[in-house]
């Protein structure tokens, strides 16, 4: 999520065009299903293709050639010293970012509490909020140009929840099965942070049952940014 977000916002500060073209080195495609060393993707599509199906390769690439010369370990440090002057401007008291894709690494940590604000954030970029919520997007390359893929999101709920409108998946034998989830009802917008799920299904099942608690509780209450701050309290939710 961070890595998109930084993304998005320096392309715009930078004046990048949504097609610029991000290429795919080998250990990136090492680290991705669907990408191979040489291949040539617009920089919107790459973001789409992070996003959707948790392409970790796509989130290296991206790093490298945003986070300065785009010429190796350099651009990644400056994409990684970008992510972390974010999250001090966001105020995230307990995150620091030494990878694009969210893997672990020596010093990279999160909170559920973080998660949730990176996750408004991108709720509220009128770019960025439309990428988290698609069920499913054809990806198209730039070299080979016959190369092309159906993206579907790894979130079930965009599907199963009724009002789902994102956020994103994760995994790492660390964490368990993690999601940010957001759903909109009746002008009101919640967002409920999980972590820890032994199994795929039990983020599901728990963002669900907490995005239910929390319309239950701020039935008849506006939409304001306070009444999105259920999450704090509920992402402490366990089996």
Not at 53 to 65: E, F, H, K, L, T
Not at 143 to 164: D, I, V, W
């Amino acid at each position: 999520m961070m890595t998109a977000l930084v993304a998005v916002k320096e392309s715009r500060y930078r004046k990048l065009k949504t097609d610029r073209p991000i290429s795919i080195r080998w250990d990136e495609a090492e680290e991705s299903d669907f990408l191979a060393a040489g291949d040539v993707l617009p920089l919107w599509e790459i973001i789409y293709q992070m996003l959707i199906v948790s392409d970790n390769g796509a989130a290296y690439a991206i790093a490298r050639q945003l986070g300065g010369d785009g010429k190796g370990a350099d651009g990644v440090g400056g994409f990684y010293r970008r992510m972390n002057q974010y999250a001090g401007a966001m105020h995230l008291t307990g995150s620091y970012f030494c990878d694009a894709s969210g893997l672990p690494a020596p010093g990279h940590v999160s909170t559920a509490r973080d998660l949730s604000v990176i996750a408004r954030y991108l709720l509220k970029d009128e770019d960025l909020k439309p990428m988290v919520g698609q069920q499913a997007r054809q990806i198209s390359w730039i070299y080979p140009q016959a190369k092309g893929m159906l993206a579907e999101n790894t979130n079930e709920l965009l599907e199963k929840y009724p009002g789902c409108c994102g956020i994103k998946t994760g995994f790492t034998n660390a964490a368990g099965y993690c999601l940010a989830a957001a759903a909109e009802r009746n002008g009101r917008r919640l967002l409920a942070v999980v972590l820890g799920g032994a199994e795929s299904g039990d983020r599901f099942i728990a963002a669900a049952r907490l995005l239910d608690y929390g319309f239950d509780l701020v039935e008849g209450q506006p939409l304001t940014d306070s009444s999105v701050g259920w999450h704090e309290h509920l992402s402490r939710w366990k089996r």
